[in-house]
């Protein structure tokens, strides 16, 4: 079919994230303006208004698609996929997210350039995956002879349904889904031989709900396996306390094991053999009697020096303890002469 050079597809897609996202948010959403040129973005979002306020923004900027990226906690992050006419709109939670730039690959294309939409088989298997195939395939598209958009097809968006995950890549689209998880992934055609190269981001979104209104209304789906990030993390933080728990149970019971064991006294026929009575040892040879005679000598040598020690520290007390009473008794006689002073004056009465 020859194409028509009029532009009459003018849906635009309305791309915004919300206030305090990271920055590996933002730096996807420089990666998903490269890809889309049909895509107007927005300030950030406030996260205390309504998600309904969304489709107002939409409304007044000509939008009738709308991308939300919210982050919650500093780490994870949500994607809401919406309609803003009369809906539906599905939100996912958003794992392995990683940009262009971080990846670094070696695929490449043209910027503006439209993609081809690839997607599994399965998205046509249940009726909430023809759901999300239907609006991907809206939000994805570049429109025809877009201003902003390159006349030639080098490039691949690829979906694809697996352990509920969804992941996303640039040059070659492709769509996968699976259990309600895709995976997205972006790929670049190589020449005429349809060869293809990674180019990035590449994103795995778990679907989370449907609902039939835009950011609103009934839920048409909900995620039976589904588990908050939360609940993930406290699963792993009561594991890893219950695997201390078991190493410390662990080593108590070691520790009592090993207490019973050497409690018990166990046989040992090989060390018997050792176990000699002295007594009814006869004949030591030269040598033992050699050793003998020098052990005995050093004995008594030990036996005579603490005897003489002995003897000297008695002298010496005996020595100490007379000295000390000629000592008392020469203090006794010199008090008991009298002075000079005393003879002098007994002299001098006498004379009177």
């Given at each position: 079919?020859?194409?028509?050079?009029?532009?009459?597809?003018?849906?635009?897609?309305?791309?915004?994230?919300?206030?305090?996202?990271?920055?590996?948010?933002?730096?996807?959403?420089?990666?998903?303006?490269?890809?889309?040129?049909?895509?107007?973005?927005?300030?950030?979002?406030?996260?205390?208004k309504g998600?309904?306020?969304?489709?107002?923004?939409?409304?007044?900027?000509?939008?009738?698609?709308?991308?939300?990226?919210?982050?919650?906690?500093?780490?994870?992050?949500?994607?809401?996929v919406s309609?803003?006419?009369?809906?539906?709109?599905?939100?996912?939670?958003?794992?392995?997210?990683?940009?262009?730039?971080?990846?670094?690959?070696?695929?490449?294309?043209?910027?503006?350039?439209?993609?081809?939409?690839?997607?599994?088989?399965?998205?046509?298997?249940?009726?909430?995956?023809?759901?999300?195939?239907?609006?991907?395939?809206?939000?994805?598209?570049?429109?025809?002879?877009?201003?902003?958009?390159?006349?030639?097809?080098?490039?691949?968006?690829?979906?694809?349904?697996?352990?509920?995950?969804?992941?996303?890549?640039?040059?070659?689209?492709?769509?996968?889904?699976?259990?309600?998880?895709?995976?997205?992934?972006?790929?670049?055609?190589?020449?005429?031989t349809c060869?293809?190269?990674?180019?990035?981001?590449?994103?795995?979104?778990?679907?989370?709900?449907?609902?039939?209104?835009?950011?609103?209304?009934?839920?048409?789906?909900?995620?039976?396996?589904?588990?908050?990030?939360?609940?993930?993390?406290?699963?792993?933080?009561?594991?890893?306390?219950?695997?201390?728990?078991?190493?410390?149970?662990?080593?108590?019971?070691?520790?009592?094991?090993?207490?019973?064991?050497?409690?018990?006294?166990?046989?040992?026929?090989?060390?018997?053999?050792?176990?000699?009575?002295?007594?009814?040892?006869?004949?030591?040879?030269?040598?033992?009697?050699?050793?003998?005679?020098?052990?005995?000598?050093?004995?008594?040598?030990?036996?005579?020096?603490?005897?003489?020690?002995?003897?000297?520290?008695?002298?010496?007390?005996?020595?100490?303890?007379?000295?000390?009473?000629?000592?008392?008794?020469?203090?006794?006689?010199?008090?008991?002469?009298?002075?000079?002073?005393?003879?002098?004056?007994?002299?001098?009465?006498?004379?009177?």
């Open positions: 079919m020859k194409p028509t050079a009029e532009w009459t597809d003018r849906e635009r897609v309305l791309l915004l994230c919300s206030r305090g996202c990271l920055a590996r948010t933002r730096h996807l959403m420089n990666d998903l303006k490269r890809l889309m040129p049909h895509v107007h973005s927005e300030a950030k979002f406030e996260k205390g998600l309904e306020n969304l489709n107002e923004i939409g409304e007044l900027a000509n939008c009738s698609k709308c991308i939300y990226l919210e982050s919650r906690k500093g780490r994870d992050v949500y994607m809401w309609q803003i006419a009369d809906g539906p709109s599905i939100k996912f939670l958003v794992h392995n997210m990683h940009t262009m730039s971080e990846l670094s690959m070696t695929g490449n294309c043209l910027k503006g350039s439209r993609p081809i939409l690839s997607f599994d088989s399965q998205f046509d298997t249940q009726p909430h995956l023809k759901v999300v195939k239907e609006l991907f395939m809206n939000i994805f598209k570049t429109p025809n002879h877009h201003p902003r958009s390159q006349p030639f097809i080098d490039h691949v968006f690829n979906f694809s349904l697996t352990s509920g995950i969804f992941s996303l890549r640039f040059l070659f689209l492709i769509l996968f889904i699976s259990d309600g998880n895709v995976w997205f992934r972006n790929y670049q055609i190589v020449d005429d060869k293809l190269e990674e180019i990035g981001p590449r994103m795995v979104f778990e679907i989370i709900r449907v609902f039939d209104g835009s950011f609103c209304g009934t839920v048409m789906y909900e995620n039976p396996t589904y588990k908050t990030p939360n609940s993930v993390r406290r699963e792993i933080k009561l594991k890893k306390a219950d695997e201390y728990a078991q190493r410390v149970a662990q080593k108590q019971s070691g520790k009592v094991k090993e207490k019973m064991i050497r409690s018990v006294k166990m046989a040992d026929p090989v060390g018997e053999v050792f176990d000699t009575d002295l007594k009814e040892v006869q004949g030591k040879g030269k040598a033992g009697a050699l050793l003998d005679r020098q052990i005995l000598k050093k004995k008594k040598q030990r036996k005579a020096k603490a005897k003489k020690t002995a003897e000297t520290l008695k002298i010496g007390s005996d020595r100490d303890a007379k000295r000390i009473s000629d000592v008392g008794h020469l203090n006794v006689v010199k008090s008991c002469e009298p002075s000079k002073c005393q003879q002098s004056r007994t002299i001098s009465r006498k004379k009177n």
